[in-house]
């Protein structure tokens, strides 16, 4: 078992954890990381959306974007099949 701590949440956070937990049949530490786990997924995201917004404002770099794409999309066709 991984080692764990004790965090301060709000009462109604906790009583929150204590619903989903009770309703999924899981415990409220599962509950904890896979809301964790979604949220960083969520910023990974957000984050990746703001890098290529702001690469797209810059036109050069946009297009060498492009043209970089076009060339991994040629390397799609070269997969053999597993043969």
């Known amino acids: ?3 764990t701590t004790t ?7 906790r009583n929150l954890a204590q619903e989903l937990a009770t309703r999924s049949g899981r415990s409220q530490m599962e509950i904890v990381h ?3 786990e979604l949220y960083r997924r ?3 995201l957000a984050d990746m959306n ?3 917004a702001e690469l797209r404002r810059d036109a050069d770099a946009w297009n060498e ?3 970089e794409r076009d ?3 040629v390397t799609l066709g070269d997969a053999t099949g597993g043969d």
Do not use: N, P, S, Y
């Open 1 to 3: 078992m991984a080692a």
């Open 7 to 13: 965090i301060r949440v709000v009462i109604t956070d």
């Open 34 to 36: 896979e809301a964790l």
């Open 42 to 44: 969520h910023q990974l």
């Open 50 to 52: 703001k890098g290529f």
């Open 65 to 67: 974007e492009m043209v």
């Open 71 to 73: 060339v991994w999309d």
